[in-house]
């Protein structure tokens, strides 16, 4: 089982709180990811990270803001939750094998919900 | 564009049968493609890997198979159980940047019936 770590499982918060998603990994990996999910949906990137105080916009557009000030370490937060953020969000990190390519590891994800 | 498109959305087989899912390409340059399988509220975890020089590949009850000319691979669950409901998803990778994107489908729902 992968060394990725997602907190907390599950939040319901009220609109306009600000929230800070958790997410770690243990192997050291420099590329680290943020995916958005709907139900029965696929996985959009919306952002990622290449190393230490790197960070960029994925394809789909989000209000949240990420950091990455240790390798290990990549939290998103929103300043002020909406309904319409309400969904699952996973975190994964990534290694490239010279003979296997990138390999993707995900976090169990946060259940989000925005009341 | 680079996309990822798989068949069925979703499939309901009874326990103990058999069943293929369907996934084709279009990213290019290849790296590898793998198969996900996600639980309901859970993340994906990797079932097969598969690069441009293999044809097939098995994970007990799951055999991938690819065919990098018509760019297209199918999953194979032999046997099903229970447990195999899930969204098994499609992933290939690129290898035209450092980043090694990645490229999602939209899975196959499946539902195992007993």
């Known amino acids: 089982e992968a060394d990725i770590y997602q907190t907390p499982r599950y939040l319901v918060i009220g609109t306009g709180k600000k929230i800070t998603l958790e997410c770690s990994q243990t192997?050291?990996?420099?590329?680290m990811y943020w995916y958005q999910q709907d139900p029965g949906m696929e996985l959009h990137l919306i952002h990622y990270?290449?190393?230490?105080?790197?960070?960029e916009k994925g394809d789909l557009s989000s209000e949240s803001t990420v950091s990455r000030i240790r390798t290990e370490h990549f939290p998103l937060t929103l300043e002020s939750a909406r309904p319409s953020h309400t969904s699952q969000y996973l975190c994964?990190?990534?290694?490239?094998?010279?003979?296997?390519?990138?390999?993707?590891?995900f976090g169990q994800g946060t259940r989000l919900t925005v009341v | 564009k680079n996309q990822v498109e798989q068949s069925p959305q979703s499939l309901i087989i009874l326990e103990g049968k058999n069943c293929t899912l369907q996934?084709?390409?279009?990213?290019?340059?290849?790296?590898?493609l793998r198969w996900y399988k996600q639980d309901t509220g859970r993340g994906p975890v990797s079932l097969t890997i598969?690069?441009?020089?293999?044809n097939t590949k098995s994970n007990g009850r799951y055999t991938a198979t690819l065919d990098a000319d018509t760019k297209q691979s199918s999953l194979h669950i032999t046997a099903s159980q229970l447990s195999d409901s899930a969204s098994y998803i499609c992933?290939?990778?690129?290898?035209?940047?450092?980043?090694?994107?990645?490229?999602f489908g939209r899975g196959t729902q499946l539902t195992v019936w007993p």
């Open positions: 192997m050291g990996h420099d590329k």
């Open positions: 994964a990190s990534s290694e490239y094998n010279t003979l296997l390519g990138t390999e993707a590891f």
């Open positions: 996934c084709n390409y279009t990213v290019s340059p290849f790296s590898n």
């Open positions: 598969m690069t441009f020089s293999e």
């Open positions: 990270s290449y190393g230490v105080n790197s960070t």
């Open positions: 992933v290939v990778s690129d290898r035209g940047s450092t980043l090694g994107r990645l490229y």
